[in-house]
């Protein structure tokens, strides 16, 4: 079990409790409690992965949800593999297997590394500047170059075995982050007994707290003051502590998105708990304290493995009791990094610390550690770094305040811990569209004006000082909870201050120094300065030229030195050169978290008609209508689509079909002004409609074009049953209610969508009144007594039916509607009854072809909300005498009674009678016109026709009525073909057979 | 993902809703005695203010009643919402300009 990294005492973790994972294939030893990145440098393992575009040898630079290098595939067990993860925030536990990314054949020897000895090429904008030409080359060549290199992980290939939850949560006061300031907060916000959320992304809730062992609060060891405080707010009910959760997301009004990672430290996968659990949480308001990131500093070979942000070292040393190193160099342009430098000279390290500051300019801290036996170089910079896979020296020189820098020195180091100041974590507070504002003396932007109920603390509204972090988070805490309550603490100093520096000086060619400002997508500090030389001066735009800040980290270590060495480009204040924009996530979220339960049949519901089963039964072939699913047709052994159809065509109208009608929106309008309301929404005249008759009623919206269609029967004076299309129920009944509750709320009218309540099955064909005959009760089926457009109300088998006698095939028919939970009953004593008769159960397509036969029109398939009752012909169904309805008046409108050029309902004949057009195919005068040609319109539908012996279709063309047979063009995958313009009836022209 | 006060049912989250465009757009009480000029307009011109809109809104996923409000197309925040057919309390002019 060597660790020889690990220190012989210290840290959170648990030694009593000792894990192995796998890094590679190798076997990797660490405890309870470690990250896989504290676990890995416990193993002095710090080559973890290749940059991006370079493949340089990067390691672990952070110890946190900042860091952009270490990005490991991690394997929880079969079809468990994430690409991409923070080796900085994933858990260590027994049984993980992790390997690092981007090389081939191995970390060690990685062939893309000569991308490294290429870099003059790739320089910013290299695929601007190279992919351009030919252009041939760019499907064939260029993107699929483009789309090997891109990307570091693989994605997973198979279906994600684990569960995700969905959680909604309201609260008083949601607190983000559970620091000093955090944890400060929800203490104040938590006594005035309103309802507190505070969420940490970590494990363990304490952030700085659980690093800085020898920190004092009011008196007492901060690891106490942490421990009494958890153990405070744990008992109080009114607070939800919720440690491994990550606010992502800051919505409209208060809506925050947070995602909680509910199981993936444990050893097994198995068990009930999801993976992970969304939160969508609406607070009163919100604290947000999540703290700071540290600036890298900018400097040649700056990201060789081993060199960390500085406070990260730290961490490593105080909360996980690991070593990056024995020889660290600390480099740094401020104060904090020399309590590093202090905490690792007492763990047992060989320190030197470099300061870019002049002796001047530094605080008591250079004494404190000049005092405690620490080489402290004051006025240094950093011009680069020794080592490859490794760093083995640093390469410093002392400057002048000119920039002049004098002679070099390698101080010998296997760990480099740098700070270039800190920046305010204000992702949230941008998030939720409030205002920042630049800080010249914190070198940052803060938060300035909130748009919503928030308010932030601690670091990450720039606040650094321990004890003033804890009394600006109580405050805000109580003042978010309504209670203006204070607390002063008091704590041990922390050392705060830094001098702002872009890019280290140096002594080099700056053209030639590769100082890596975003390590994750590869851009150096020239590649920005190329960009601005180039011309591109808006920060939004050096931000996608150069792709900086870009990368899945979202540029947290990296913005703050970009926008400074744009600035200083410009020769700009920072502030004229602003931020880019924060948008969501925080951090990256995984796909299963947003989905959460809705996949499978809970990915897009299916609305099944009580027949469905029935249909299945028999083999049926089914389609999607709407967010039904609908039987298509009926296939007999051996028969494909077309034989079935043919078939099923020609059964109903020799002999007789069935046909599951039930998805028919249907809607009951009830009440005095019933008819009245009809009549307004409606362009048919209703008041004259008898009871138990029924009328083919056209709808249009207010603009004058067809909106929805259906048979309306009215039961009595008060009440009518109104059918609408399969796909346009609610939204009719939407259109209906908006009409009643806005524009006529004195009408009394009550309407009730019952399209769930009745089935309807539409029997059909000539043989249809003896099939039902022997069934029926209560009502005379003779044509005489019930003829065509009639409904009666009566028994069959029976249940009580509203039998309709209507036909969308132009054959005697009905549709017999009862109550849904009898339908199957029905339809299977029908169809037993139907069997001398040769009964025939059709789906769809036939119910298509018959009524295209007919040249019955489909809303959404004849129409497309640019058509107008004359179009499609049914301008005498209009009422003549009716003062309104909605959209009469625009039936006047001046381009609706244009005497040419609207395109109208016709049919069309090929030529060649076996061939059917294709639905959606242009249609043309003259095929031999120069192109552009004038397109005079579209085939609507298109089929063969079993009845008809012959292809047919119906068609939108301009002026088409006026075209009656004449020869038009129409194009087919193959070029035009010819067919004649027609009445668009094909079967039985005078319409006798309906009324047999 | 606003939270809007339904007049009937109170606090409740925007996917509940459907927005109606602009309020307070009365249909004429005779269409037919409107000329082309300002039938079109009633049909297709529509404001699109920077600041305080009045706006319809239907609870369709709710009590399926329409409501009007009055929010800020700036800030996003409701100054107000009342039931079909009041009008409003507030000033539908002045909110502050983001």
């Not at chain 1, 978290?593 to 519901?605: C, Y």
């Amino acid at each position: 079990m060597a660790q020889p990294f690990r220190l012989s005492r210290g840290g959170r973790i648990d030694r009593s409790r000792p894990i192995v994972f796998e890094f590679n294939g190798k076997p990797v030893h660490g405890y309870q409690g470690d990250t896989v990145a504290s676990a890995l440098i416990a193993n002095g393992i710090h080559l973890v992965g290749r940059s991006f575009k370079y493949h340089r040898p990067r390691g672990i630079l952070s110890h946190g949800p900042d860091e952009p290098s270490a990005l490991l595939s991690v394997d929880r067990g079969p079809g468990r593999v994430d690409p991409n993860n923070r080796a900085s925030v994933v858990e260590a536990r027994a049984g993980l297997r992790t390997a690092s990314q981007n090389h081939w054949p191995s970390l060690e020897y990685d062939i893309g590394a000569v991308n490294d000895l290429l870099s003059p090429v790739f320089v910013a904008g290299f695929y601007y500047k190279t992919f351009m030409w030919p252009r041939k080359f760019w499907d064939k060549v260029y993107e699929p170059f483009i789309r090997a290199a891109a990307g570091l992980g693989k994605a997973p290939v198979e279906a994600d075995p684990d569960r995700y939850a969905n959680r909604h949560a309201h609260c008083d006061v949601l607190i983000v982050g559970a620091g000093p300031a955090g944890l400060a907060a929800a203490l104040a916000a938590a006594k005035t007994g309103k309802r507190v959320i505070l969420a940490d992304e970590g494990p363990e809730p304490g952030g700085s707290l659980l690093h800085d062992p020898k920190a004092e609060i009011d008196g007492r060891l901060a690891s106490e003051w942490l421990a009494e405080t958890l153990a405070d707010l744990d008992a109080r009910e009114n607070v939800i502590l919720l440690p491994r959760t990550t606010v992502f997301g800051y919505y409209n009004h208060n809506h925050v998105a947070m995602t909680e990672r509910v199981t993936d430290h444990l050893p097994s996968t198995a068990g009930q708990a999801p993976r992970e659990r969304l939160w969508q949480v609406r607070a009163g308001e919100v604290v947000l304290a999540g703290g700071a990131h540290e600036r890298p500093l900018v400097f040649a070979d700056n990201d060789r493995p081993g060199i960390l942000l500085a406070e990260s070292v730290r961490v490593f040393l105080n909360r996980y009791g690991v070593a990056p190193g024995h020889r660290l160099v600390v480099a740094t342009s401020g104060a904090s990094a020399y309590q590093v430098a202090l905490d690792a000279k007492s763990a047992g390290l060989d320190v030197t610390l470099v300061d870019l500051r002049l002796e001047a300019d530094c605080g008591p801290e250079v004494a404190r550690l000049r005092g405690a036996g620490v080489e402290v170089l004051t006025g240094h910079t950093v011009v680069g770094s020794k080592g490859r896979k490794r760093v083995s020296g640093l390469i410093v020189a002392p400057v002048e305040s000119s920039g002049r820098c004098g002679a070099r020195r390698v101080i010998a180091c296997d760990c480099v811990g740098m700070s270039g100041g800190w920046t305010p974590a204000v992702h949230l507070f941008s998030q939720s569209r409030g205002k920042l504002r630049y800080d010249d003396g914190l070198d940052a932007f803060v938060p300035n004006v909130s748009a919503q109920a928030e308010r932030s603390a601690g670091a990450a509204k720039g606040t650094y000082d321990l004890a003033d972090c804890l009394t600006e988070g109580f405050a805000a805490g109580a003042a978010a909870a309504g209670s203006s309550e204070t607390h002063t603490f008091g704590a041990s100093a922390t050392l705060t201050g830094f001098q702002p520096v872009r890019v280290m000086p140096t002594d080099a060619d700056p053209k030639k120094v590769r100082a890596f400002v975003d390590y994750q997508n590869d851009v150096t500090a020239k590649d920005i300065k190329l960009a601005v030389r180039e011309g591109f001066q808006s920060i939004e735009h050096v931000k996608r030229y150069t792709t900086t800040g870009m990368a899945t980290d979202q540029g947290k270590t990296s913005n703050m030195n970009a926008l400074g060495i744009v600035a200083g480009q410009l020769d700009k204040a920072l502030p004229a050169v602003g931020t880019t924009t924060f948008r969501p996530p925080y951090t990256p979220v995984t796909f299963g978290a947003l989905v959460g339960p809705a996949r499978h049949a809970l990915f897009d519901p299916i609305r099944t008609t009580p027949i469905h089963g029935w249909a299945e039964a028999q083999g049926a072939t089914f389609e999607n209508v709407a967010l039904w699913r609908r039987a298509w047709y009926f296939p007999k052994a051996g028969e494909d689509l077309h034989a079935a159809v043919a078939r099923e065509c020609k059964a109903v109208r020799e002999g007789v079909g069935i046909f599951d009608a039930s998805t028919l929106g249907k809607i009951e309008v009830v009440g005095p002004d019933a008819a009245e309301f009809m009549n307004r929404m409606y362009v048919n005249p209703w008041a004259k409609l008898a009871n138990g008759r029924c009328r083919y009623g056209l709808m249009l919206k207010e603009d004058g074009y067809i909106l929805d269609d259906g048979v309306v029967a009215r039961v009595s004076d008060e009440c009518f049953h109104v059918t609408t299309t399969t796909g346009g129920a609610a939204r009719v009944l939407a259109h209906m209610e908006d009409y009643l509750q806005t524009e006529w709320p004195d009408l009394q009218v009550f309407l009730t969508s019952t399209t769930e309540q009745w089935a309807v099955i539409a029997l059909q064909g000539p043989k249809a009144r003896q099939v039902i005959a022997p069934l029926v009760e209560g009502i005379d089926l003779s044509p005489e007594a019930f003829p065509h457009m009639a409904m009666r109300t009566g028994t069959i088998c029976g249940v009580p039916t509203r039998l309709f006698r209507v036909s969308f095939t132009g054959e005697l028919g009905f549709e017999i509607n009862v109550p849904s939970d009898h339908a199957l009953a029905v339809w299977e004593a029908i169809f037993s009854a139907g069997q001398p008769h040769g009964i025939t159960p059709y789906g769809t397509e036939t119910m298509h072809v018959l009524r295209a036969e007919k040249g019955y029109i489909i809303v959404g398939q004849e129409t497309d909300g640019t058509v107008t009752p004359d179009d499609v012909g049914m301008a005498g169904m209009i009422a003549k005498t009716k003062v309104d309805f909605v959209g009469k008046r625009s039936l006047a409108r001046p381009d609706v009674v244009a005497t040419t050029g609207r395109k109208q309902l016709v049919g069309l004949m090929t030529e060649d009678p076996k061939l059917v057009l294709d639905e959606g195919a242009q249609i043309v005068l003259d095929p031999n016109q120069p192109i552009p040609m004038r397109m005079l319109g579209h085939v609507t539908s298109s089929y063969w026709s079993p009845n008809c012996d012959r292809s047919i279709a119906l068609a939108l063309v301009a002026d088409g009525r006026a075209l009656m047979g004449k020869t038009l063009h129409i194009t087919t995958p193959d070029g035009f073909t010819r067919a004649t313009v027609s009445e668009p009836v094909f079967f039985d022209t005078k319409g006798e057979r309906v009324n047999a | 993902m606003l939270l809007i006060a339904c007049p009937h049912c109170g606090n409740r989250p925007e996917t509940e809703f459907r927005c109606g465009g602009q309020a307070h757009i009365a249909r004429p009480e005779q269409p037919g005695a409107i000329d082309d000029q300002n039938w079109s307009e009633y049909l297709f011109v529509r404001k699109n203010p920077r600041g305080v809109h009045a706006e319809r809104w239907n609870h369709v996923h709710g009590c399926g009643r329409w409501f009007n409000a009055l929010r800020d197309t700036v800030s996003d925040r409701f100054i107000e919402t009342y039931p079909m057919g009041a009008s409003p309390k507030s000033d539908t002019t002045s909110e502050a300009r983001a």
